[in-house]
């Protein structure tokens, strides 16, 4: 969606059930940012604050499905327009990564490989793809989302339930599975459609108890990532089916206790236009931040090393240092890009930065 980066009046925040929602905007701009802190190199301290923004995405995806959902659209119809937008800037994105597997490693069985890799998007260094196939999982049961929109009480329950059963499975190891990917986040997707479906009577509790909801949220989401096991992350969906474990996702609790928080904070930040600016030109720019980040933090890794490892002599600081150095070049790099690809094709560039 292209839209102006400054930050409309309260009156246009309020507007009807179609109008551009400057918060949810916003959102999606801090969402791509915690997903990229997360592929770079995070202090450990740090990791589980910024991991999982994940979650964020399949929530804005679930809202803005509900909030654009036409009941006389056909599945046909739908499939066509978002996959359209959806697969090819992924495919161009998946692209570079399995050329760079093809000059650099020997597969028994390239074709499989090939196939895999699309279908998980899981197999080159850019392992961030595999919300792609997760996503289109989703689309593709458009007609079941389509009954759920229509009947909202069948959709709260049905969301409580996924909700549940996201917080007590987890992903598979390196996000390789799609269906194990619906299964941990499509909850997080109904939970969207369901604040897009109750958006005003939500707005209302939400000015009604700021103050208290932004304290539990934000204290719901340290308590839950202060239970974190120090080895979370080698504990996968695989484990769990093959252990028959009862276990707590935490790390996914702790980041759906954290969205009341973001976003009652950010329907007052985004008065501040400078911060709105910034968080909206990051929305506009997402999904090409989304495909392209992790190439150019691959291609920048030796020599964003070699470049500050040893200007401090504190290894923490050093550590800090490379990872705002990265994450400022991935923006700097991409985000212009993608500017002048939009500037260049107009509408046609859909196609290519998504």
Same mark, same amino acid.
């Given at each position: 969606?292209?839209?102006?980066?400054?930050?409309?009046?309260?009156?246009?925040?309020?507007?009807?059930?179609?109008?551009?929602?400057?918060?949810?905007?916003?959102?999606?701009?801090?969402?791509?940012?915690?997903?990229?802190?997360?592929?770079?190199?995070?202090?450990?301290?740090?990791?589980?604050?910024?991991?999982?923004?994940?979650?964020?995405?399949?929530?804005?995806?679930?809202?803005?499905?509900?909030?654009?959902?036409?009941?006389?659209?056909?599945?046909?119809?739908?499939?066509?327009?978002?996959?359209?937008?959806?697969?090819?800037?992924?495919?161009?994105?998946?692209?570079?990564?399995?050329?760079?597997?093809?000059?650099?490693?020997?597969?028994?069985?390239?074709?499989?490989?090939?196939?895999?890799?699309?279908?998980?998007?899981?197999?080159?260094?850019?392992?961030?793809?595999?919300?792609?196939?997760?996503?289109?999982?989703?689309?593709?049961?458009?007609?079941?989302?389509?009954?759920?929109?229509?009947?909202?009480?069948?959709?709260?329950?049905?969301?409580?339930?996924?909700?549940?059963?996201?917080?007590?499975?987890?992903?598979?190891?390196?996000?390789?599975?799609?269906?194990?990917?619906?299964?941990?986040?499509?909850?997080?997707?109904?939970?969207?459609?369901?604040?897009?479906?109750?958006?005003?009577?939500?707005?209302?509790?939400?000015?009604?108890?700021?103050?208290?909801? =932004?304290? !539990?949220?934000? %204290?719901?989401? *340290? &308590?839950?990532?202060? @239970? #974190?096991?120090?080895?979370? +992350?080698?504990?996968?969906?695989?484990?769990?089916?093959?252990?028959?474990?009862?276990?707590?996702?935490?790390?996914?609790?702790?980041? =759906?206790? !954290?969205?009341? %928080?973001?976003? *009652? &904070?950010?329907?007052? @930040? #985004?008065?501040?236009?400078? +911060?709105?600016?910034?968080?909206?030109?990051?929305?506009?720019?997402?999904?090409?931040?989304?495909?392209?980040?992790?190439?150019?933090?691959?291609?920048?890794?030796?020599?964003?090393?070699?470049?500050?490892?040893? @200007?401090?002599?504190?290894?923490? +600081?050093?550590?800090?240092?490379?990872?705002?150095?990265?994450?400022?070049?991935?923006?700097?790099?991409?985000?212009?890009?993608?500017?002048?690809?939009?500037?260049?094709?107009?509408?046609?560039?859909?196609?290519?930065?998504?």
């Amino acid at each position: 969606m292209r839209t102006s980066r400054t930050a409309p009046s309260d009156t246009a925040q309020g507007a009807n059930r179609r109008g551009f929602i400057p918060y949810l905007h916003a959102f999606r701009g801090v969402a791509i940012i915690l997903i990229m802190m997360t592929h770079l190199e995070v202090p450990d301290w740090f990791f589980n604050l910024v991991a999982n923004g994940t979650v964020f995405f399949a929530f804005i995806s679930g809202f803005l499905f509900s909030y654009l959902y036409d009941e006389h659209t056909t599945t046909r119809q739908f499939l066509v327009g978002k996959m359209g937008k959806l697969l090819l800037p992924y495919a161009i994105a998946v692209l570079p990564g399995l050329f760079y597997v093809y000059a650099t490693q020997v597969q028994d069985d390239w074709l499989t490989y090939t196939v895999q890799t699309f279908a998980t998007g899981v197999g080159h260094f850019n392992n961030a793809h595999w919300y792609i196939p997760f996503i289109s999982l989703m689309f593709l049961s458009y007609p079941v989302l389509g009954i759920l929109q229509r009947r909202p009480r069948t959709l709260v329950s049905v969301t409580v339930v996924w909700l549940l059963i996201g917080a007590f499975t987890f992903r598979s190891a390196s996000n390789g599975n799609p269906f194990y990917s619906v299964l941990h986040f499509g909850g997080v997707f109904l939970a969207g459609m369901t604040m897009s479906r109750y958006r005003t009577q939500i707005e209302a509790v939400g000015a009604r108890w700021y103050w208290v909801i =932004i304290p !539990l949220s934000l %204290a719901g989401f *340290l &308590i839950s990532n202060s @239970l #974190i096991p120090k080895k979370y +992350l080698w504990v996968t969906m695989e484990q769990v089916v093959e252990q028959r474990l009862v276990a707590l996702d935490y790390l996914f609790i702790g980041k =759906i206790l !954290l969205i009341p %928080a973001t976003l *009652l &904070i950010l329907s007052r @930040l #985004i008065r501040l236009r400078p +911060l709105y600016a910034v968080l909206s030109l990051l929305a506009e720019t997402s999904f090409a931040l989304f495909f392209w980040h992790l190439y150019v933090i691959h291609a920048s890794h030796s020599f964003s090393h070699n470049l500050l490892q040893g @200007l401090f002599s504190s290894s923490r +600081l050093n550590q800090i240092a490379i990872f705002a150095f990265q994450l400022l070049l991935c923006l700097a790099l991409i985000v212009p890009c993608v500017l002048a690809i939009r500037r260049i094709l107009g509408r046609r560039s859909v196609y290519l930065t998504g």
